[in-house]
């Protein structure tokens, strides 16, 4: 069974980075590679929201209220990937959660992410 483990969350001033991390512990080497991935984002009494994709051959997608801002990449071989998040915004306050984009993964527990203005 596949575990998700989302890590580098924390409080940050408005204008702050963070670098999130997502691990998928127990993932096929092979699915992992073919998988197009995702970092995903939940704000208080707001539905769960996709904001970075990346498909199995590299190139990314991204919601309009973080494009130019955040930036997605993976590592196949540790089977991991990552969230570059720069000029943070108060609207970007949420906990970060990471999945592939299609046949989830069961959910992790998510990085809560604080942008204090």
């Known amino acids: 069974q596949v575990q998700l483990v989302e890590s580098g969350g924390g409080l940050v001033q408005a204008g702050g980075s963070l670098r999130l991390s997502c691990a998928a512990s127990?993932?096929?080497?092979?699915?992992?590679?073919?998988?197009?991935l995702g970092w995903y984002r939940q704000a208080p009494g707001k539905q769960r929201e996709l904001v970075a994709r990346?498909?199995?051959?590299?190139?990314?997608n991204y919601a309009e209220s973080v494009k130019g801002r955040f930036t997605i990449s993976r590592d196949n071989a540790k089977n991991s990937w990552y969230l570059q998040m720069n000029s943070l915004k108060t609207a970007d306050a949420a906990v970060y959660y990471c999945?592939?984009?299609?046949?989830?993964?069961?959910w992790g527990q998510g990085t809560q992410v604080t942008v204090s203005s």
């Open positions: 999945n592939k984009v299609t046949s989830s993964w069961m």
């Open positions: 127990g993932a096929s080497g092979f699915i992992f590679r073919i998988s197009d």
């Open positions: 990346i498909f199995s051959g590299g190139s990314t």
